[in-house]
């Protein structure tokens, strides 16, 4: 490893200090017989100066250094307010790693063109400091879930069912059979509580969702936790306390990138427990006084939770599903059979759904019964009925997009940019 330092290590009270920094060309100009180059690293960027006078042979050099060229810097550290970060290298060494003579990627370039060359736009600071706070986040998560006693699991990916509808399920040849990709991990956690009682995992989770919205993926990561004698409500505590802290956290960590992307972080401070808690019914009420055209029993799609988002200034939740529009493994409403114990978990700001949550039916008759009313065979499911059969629990849990997550905490306005390679249906190179 080369005996280096950070950009952002070097500050005004090193003046005179020689130090030697790797990065890459970020900015490049010439003034008379200067040449100034803004170097970049994953820590940040400084400004170097090569001045003829100085060296000749690193000013030539830099002269000829490309943007992104990959290179290893030497100089003097000098303070100067007018520098960008008011610090910079009075440079009289350069190797040139590696000369760039013309970057694909320019100012003008398209959304979809950096996409198309998503494996150079992650040279980017701005797509770097997403994936800082991605990380971050998850990070404070995992500190959380530590401290709240609850134990990493590592489900399969490789699966025989569906969990989520099989319209969307990504079939693929397994020897002689049939698999598909997982589209959530709950089942297995599920499977998981008898031994450990409160379990999570962060898997990627695949859906072949054609719609082509603002939120959806094809692959995206999904932090999932499910818990043996929890019911719903004790489930939503868990996701508030969860998400309260991985934002909390992330403000504390990573405030100033989250701010080159949101200057008023009000949303995110209100992000703390208890989080609201409206009923599917009550949604419908402020849908319609709203002008909306919806009726009860219909699900409500990523135009009406916009227009929901807009009564509240901190994550929300929407409790009390109708059975038609949620999934089979969730548990009736024993005040309400037209009802399921769901929840799911609204960001403001017209993002929406960030969890999907529920309790689960832990009686076997009943979930039989659920299988069958959605044209499902109880076969395919052998192995999750048993849960039901030896020692059933009531319990609950619950998924988190992490894209869609980060897309709502640093206000980006599609999914795919939080997530390193994304794939959507008409996106699966590079
Ligand atoms: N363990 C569980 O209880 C999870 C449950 N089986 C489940 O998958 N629920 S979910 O379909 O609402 O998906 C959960 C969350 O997963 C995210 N999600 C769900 N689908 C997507 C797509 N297509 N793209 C990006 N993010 C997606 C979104 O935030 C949802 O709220
Ligand atoms: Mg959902």
């Known amino acids: 490893m080369i ?45 170097a100066i090569f001045k003829k006078e100085l060296s000749e042979e690193a000013y030539e050099k830099a002269k000829k250094a490309g943007i992104e060229s990959s290179v290893i810097i030497e100089g003097t550290v000098r303070a100067d307010p007018r520098a960008p970060t008011g610090v910079e290298i009075q440079a009289d060494r350069i190797e040139i790693v590696q000369n760039v003579d013309f970057f694909p990627i320019t100012k003008d370039a398209s959304e979809e063109f950096l996409l198309d060359v998503r494996h150079l736009h992650l040279h980017s600071p701005k797509v770097a400091t997403i994936m800082k706070v991605k990380a971050t986040m998850m990070q404070a998560a995992r500190e959380w879930l530590l401290q709240d006693g609850w134990y990493e699991v590592f489900p399969p990916i490789l699966v025989t069912g569906a969990v989520e509808g099989g319209a969307t399920l990504f079939k693929l040849k397994y020897f002689d059979r049939t698999a598909y990709l997982s589209q959530s991990a709950q089942l297995y956690l599920e499977a998981a509580i008898f031994g450990l009682e409160k379990v999570w995992s962060l898997t990627p989770s695949f859906r072949a969702e054609k719609s082509r919205t603002r939120r959806h993926l094809t692959e995206f990561w999904h932090l999932e936790l499910e818990a043996a004698w929890m019911d719903l409500w ?197």
Not at 11 to 20: A, I, T
Not at 284 to 306: F, N, P, T, Y
Request: hydrophobic residues 35%; glycine residues 8%.
């Open 3 to 47: 005996d280096k330092i950070y950009c952002v290590d070097v500050q005004p009270d090193m003046e005179g200090k020689r130090v030697k920094l790797a990065g890459w060309v970020y900015r490049k100009r010439e003034v008379g017989k200067k040449v100034f180059i803004v170097l970049r690293d994953s820590s940040g960027i400084i400004q």
């Open 234 to 430: 004790d489930i939503m505590k868990v996701e508030e306390e969860l998400v309260s802290y991985m934002v909390q956290r992330t403000l504390e960590l990573r405030k100033s990138e989250v701010e080159t992307f949101r200057k008023d972080l009000t949303t995110l401070k209100n992000a703390v427990p208890p989080f609201p808690r409206v009923s599917y019914d009550e949604a419908i009420d402020i849908l319609q006084s709203k002008g909306v055209e919806i009726e009860w029993g219909e699900d409500m799609g990523a135009d009406e939770e916009r227009i929901l988002t807009q009564e509240f200034e901190a994550p929300f939740f929407v409790y009390g599903y109708p059975k038609g529009i949620k999934a089979f493994y969730m548990k009736e409403d024993p005040e309400d059979p037209r009802k399921v114990l769901a929840a799911d978990m609204l960001a403001p700001e017209g993002y929406g759904e960030i969890i999907g949550g529920s309790q689960r039916e832990d009686d076997y008759n009943k979930l039989v019964q659920r299988i069958l009313e959605e044209g499902m065979k109880p076969e395919d499911y052998g192995w999750y009925l048993d849960l039901r059969k030896y020692g059933s629990v009531p319990h609950s849990g619950f998924g988190l997009g992490l894209e869609r997550l980060v897309a709502w905490v640093l206000k980006l306005d599609h999914v795919r940019w939080a997530t390193l390679f994304p794939r959507t249906p008409s996106r699966l190179y590079p």
